[in-house]
């Protein structure tokens, strides 16, 4: 996500026509990480205290 910084700022070469594109490579990487880190777990966690009080 760094690497695309200067591209997002408009630094550089033909960079404003870029601009766009790394705006949504940023979010995606941004989104997926959080999506990864945070909301898998809680729903692989609240699935299995599920599967536990079913079968209890």
């Known amino acids: 996500a760094l690497g695309m910084l200067p591209l997002t700022l408009g630094i550089g070469k033909g960079a404003e026509m870029r601009a766009p594109m790394a705006i949504v490579s940023i979010g995606g990487i941004i989104t ?3 999506f ?3 909301l898998l777990p809680i729903l692989y966690y609240s699935y299995e205290n599920w599967r536990a009080g079913r079968n209890a």
């Open 32 to 34: 997926s990480t959080i």
């Open 36 to 38: 990864t880190l945070f």
